[in-house]
């Protein structure tokens, strides 16, 4: 039984250019949720979506960053245009439906914008 | 927002000892578990606690909901419990919006 599989583990983007992070959630679980971790901190949640929907986004910086997951396929985390800033680590976690569940997270995918 | 502090932020043990790690949350919370990020950057869940008591070998918890607190303990302790360790919790929205404490940095000297 696949855990949440996130890829590419390592990216390295230029300045202004685009970043696509992939991710696919357990077997059987139908919620995804992303988090950023900056150097020496804690994750902080971004958004979550459900299958052709966002749920919340909250988290999300207002710009140049978007986030679906379709009908089929991996949900994707895009920014447009990356900065120095958006250097992190980008963790995908999935659940089953509903609350009160436990959440399993993937290996993360490590940005770092020269 | 709710607040979750971890506390030490540091510990430094040596092999074969035993520790306690505290979470503090400021508000009643609908899940809470454990991870632990090792040195590669990986997040490994040990302990899904919103109550109670769990033991998972060397590794057991229990989560106080009443007084807003839980505590890790890690026995016996091995090189390879280096890392950070992190609570998270979900303030009943329904789903895992977790919001991570500052967590706790753990190493193990042989």
């Known amino acids: 039984n696949a855990g949440v599989m996130q890829n590419p583990r390592h990216l390295v983007r230029r300045r202004g250019q685009e970043a696509r992070l992939r991710c696919s959630p357990m077997?059987?679980?139908?919620?995804v949720y992303w988090y950023r971790q900056l150097p020496e901190e804690g994750l902080k949640f971004m958004v979550y979506?459900?299958?052709?929907?966002?749920?919340?986004e909250s988290g999300m910086p207002k710009e140049r960053f978007s986030a679906e997951f379709p009908k089929e396929g991996p949900s994707i985390l895009r920014i447009q245009q990356v900065v120095r800033g958006d250097s992190a680590a980008y963790f995908c976690?999935?659940?089953?439906?509903?609350?009160?569940?436990?959440?399993?997270f993937g290996q993360g995918t490590r940005l770092t914008v020269v | 927002g709710i607040q979750v502090e971890q506390s030490p932020p540091d510990l430094i043990l040596q092999e074969g000892a035993n520790s306690t790690l505290r979470c503090n949350f400021s508000?009643?919370?609908?899940?809470l578990q454990w991870f632990h990020q090792n040195p590669w950057g990986q997040l490994i869940n040990l302990f899904y606690i919103p109550s109670g008591t769990k033991q998972n070998g060397r590794l057991s918890a229990t989560t106080v909901a009443t007084e807003r607190y839980s505590l890790l303990y890690i026995s016996s302790s091995q090189t390879t419990d280096s890392g950070v360790y992190f609570c998270a919790v979900d303030v009943n929205t329904g789903f895992q919006k977790l919001v991570f404490g500052t967590g706790t940095r753990l190493l193990v000297s042989p």
């Open positions: 508000d009643s919370v609908n899940n």
């Open positions: 979506l459900q299958k052709e929907n966002i749920i919340d």
């Open positions: 077997k059987g679980h139908s919620h």
């Open positions: 976690a999935s659940s089953p439906p509903g609350g009160g569940t436990e959440a399993f």
